[in-house]
């Protein structure tokens, strides 16, 4: 907290593949630090937030609801798949939609995925994905540049009762916007004998 112009420097990733904020590289290990100190890096620049890195356009958010994370600085090929599905994920995630809720709607560069592609790609739990849906629920509906829903990536995957909810709740997402789609087409109208005086 004693240097916050440094929130502003760019730090190489472990790859050297390019360089990022200090917030999006807290947001490329395994575990995630404490959700206290990503508090401290969103209120000391929070345009952090809003900012994409340079190689695959990725905001924080889309970073947080990745899998693939590195395992520690040393090692730059030890990346590991991991699912976003801890407390502190679910805190992390929350503090980065509230700080910036318009980047649920934000495609990241390579794929076109929004965060919630990412975070069904990645195996996320139900809690996360309901996130993901509140802060943009046309998002379960939005296609990747290689049209993919994010339920699509469900069908790569085993099943397990984890992955059946999640299935579920975008289901009832993507109905819900159906039958909003359909209302807003379709408004209520009076029958021609409403209003007469007979």
């Not at 004693?2 to 593949?17: K, N, T, V």
Request: net charge negative; hydrophobic share 35%; glycine share 4%.
């Amino acid at each position: 907290k004693s240097h916050p112009q440094e929130l502003r420097q760019l730090a190489p990733l472990p790859s050297g593949s390019c360089s990022v904020l200090p917030l999006h590289l807290a947001l490329s290990f395994h575990p995630f630090p404490p959700s206290i100190f990503i508090n401290d890096l969103i209120t000391l620049y929070p345009d952090a937030v809003r900012e994409k890195e340079e190689v695959w356009g990725y905001l924080p958010l889309h970073l947080a609801c990745r899998a693939e994370r590195y395992e520690n600085k040393s090692n730059p090929a030890s990346i590991n798949c991991v699912s976003p599905n801890s407390d502190r994920d679910e805190c992390i995630l929350r503090l980065l939609i509230n700080a910036y809720p318009e980047g649920a709607r934000e495609r990241e560069r390579f794929r076109g995925m929004l965060p919630i592609h990412l975070a069904v790609q990645a195996s996320a739990n139900v809690k996360l994905i309901s996130m993901l849906i509140e802060a943009f629920k046309q998002g379960v509906a939005t296609k990747d540049h290689f049209g993919d829903l994010p339920i699509d990536f469900l069908k790569r995957e085993k099943m397990t009762p984890s992955r059946i909810e999640v299935e579920e709740c975008l289901r009832r997402a993507m109905g819900d916007l159906l039958t909003k789609s359909r209302s807003d087409q379709f408004p209520a109208t009076y029958s021609d004998n409403e209003g007469s005086d007979d």
